[in-house]
């Protein structure tokens, strides 16, 4: 089946300092989407990229991830993190070809900026 | 005003018990859905719906039965209830199944003693 990774579990980091979270992804289709949501606490998570769009630069609210097909990777980046920036990033993945619409999540990224 | 509806927020139950978590969107999403997160996991597929149809279930207990009484409206009932259930329970939509967006509820955290 389906199946996303992302490596890091805990990421602290200072304000300004860049930002990069890692997902790979392992799926049979190719008609893959890619997603990145992220979670703050006791709110609802919500959509920040998607992509399905092979080698193509997709950018939200400062933050930009490019699907890349040939390693199964959808990492996402900020040049600059903001206090405002910490919460829970899942990576996601979804095969539009299927009927179900079943979103597969990687465990998540627990991203904390501090001052 | 919120686009989806889950309630309750929070929920306590004593182990054996039965209760029903309930999911309203109003965002006119012809599919649903039931996402599961418990302690350190990641959020997991449950249950897809479309046009009050299941489309799939994730699922290995016959414990969690999804119900859709209207086109925007998929409960969640849970049945003999485990201290293992307890989680947080997201309902999703989107426009229809194969829409690559899903739109999330604020979740119901049950905890089951």
């Known amino acids: 089946g389906d199946s996303v990774t992302q490596t890091e579990g805990l990421v602290t980091l200072t304000e300004g300092l860049p930002v990069m979270l890692n997902c790979t992804y392992q799926t049979i289709y190719s008609n893959a989407f890619l997603f990145w949501y992220v979670h703050y606490l006791n709110e609802s998570p919500w959509l920040l990229l998607r992509?399905?769009?092979?080698?193509k630069r997709t950018e939200h609210q400062g933050f930009h991830a490019t699907l890349h097909k040939s390693s199964s990777s959808f990492h996402l980046q900020k040049s600059s993190a903001q206090l405002s920036d910490s919460a829970l990033y899942y990576c996601?993945?979804?095969?539009?070809?299927?009927?179900?619409?079943?979103?597969?999540f990687g465990e998540g990224t627990q991203v904390t900026v501090i001052s | 005003d919120p686009k989806i509806i889950q309630k309750p927020k929070y929920l306590v139950a004593v182990t054996g018990s039965e209760k029903i978590l309930i999911c309203e969107q109003y965002?006119?999403?012809?599919?649903m859905y039931w996402y599961r997160q418990s302690a350190k996991k990641p959020l997991e597929f449950m249950f897809s719906?479309?046009?009050?149809?299941?489309?799939d279930n994730q699922t290995a207990s016959s414990r969690f039965q999804p119900q859709s009484s209207k086109k925007n409206h998929l409960d969640l009932q849970i049945t003999a209830l485990k201290p293992d259930d307890s989680a947080t329970y997201f309902c999703a939509s989107s426009p229809r199944p194969n829409y690559a967006e899903q739109f999330f509820g604020p979740g119901t955290r049950l905890t089951v003693l």
């Open positions: 965002l006119g999403h012809n599919a």
């Open positions: 719906y479309s046009y009050q149809k299941l489309m």
């Open positions: 992509s399905s769009t092979d080698n």
């Open positions: 996601a993945l979804s095969n539009t070809g299927g009927l179900s619409g079943k979103l597969t």
